[in-house]
């Protein structure tokens, strides 16, 4: 049987982020997902070597990669929607479930275990936190880099985003904000030259 699997994730290129927002430059759910999972596999190693945790950044990156797939079915619902009150958030969940059981449907029979602990990971687990963290962080420089171009429309975006990271009580992402988030107002002869 043919799967259908990699045809949905190619897909990913098609959905356009930040909808209910003029944007200076368009984000798609792919290069987003290559984000996070680069930021998630950065905060796995500051866990390990600043705080003595034993993380596992290779799995923290692919959980980055496949973290927003459902997607591919539901669309990128904007936060403020999907966050509305309790009643919208709990529906777009199981809206989000049936997403994923769509997309393992797809997969071959004797994949579907290795892939379901990763569209479907451990909510309470060490490691999807990093990832939500990463997930808010990648929000966090589309905003930054909106501003940057002039687009203030993300001004109250950012400052929200910024209140949201400071509570997840993230130290690995509280680290990465200081050490690389003041790199994103540079331009790229100061970046490389240091300065």
Request: glycine letters at 6%.
């Amino acid at each position: 049987m043919a799967s259908h699997f990699f045809a949905l994730f190619s897909r990913m290129k098609n959905i356009d982020r930040w909808a209910l927002m003029r944007n200076v430059n368009k984000e798609n759910l792919s290069s987003h997902s290559l984000d996070v999972a680069a930021i998630a596999h950065c905060l796995a190693l500051i866990g390990n070597e600043r705080f003595g945790k034993a993380y596992n950044a290779e799995r923290a990156a692919v959980l980055g990669i496949y973290h927003d797939m459902p997607e591919i079915i539901t669309g990128d619902m904007p936060t403020p929607v999907k966050y509305y009150n309790r009643e919208i958030r709990q529906s777009f969940g199981k809206i989000e479930e049936a997403a994923r059981s769509s997309i393992l449907d797809t997969l071959p029979e004797y994949l579907i275990s290795g892939y379901k602990d990763i569209l479907c990971p451990d909510e309470s687990g060490e490691l999807y936190k990093l990832v939500k963290a990463a997930d808010k962080i990648s929000a966090l420089i589309k905003c930054i880099e909106e501003k940057n171009s002039g687009n203030m429309e993300f001004s109250s975006a950012e400052k929200a985003t910024l209140k949201a990271i400071k509570e997840l009580s993230c130290p690995e992402a509280d680290v990465f904000v200081g050490e690389f988030l003041g790199s994103f107002n540079m331009v790229l002869d100061n970046i490389m030259h240091n300065s």
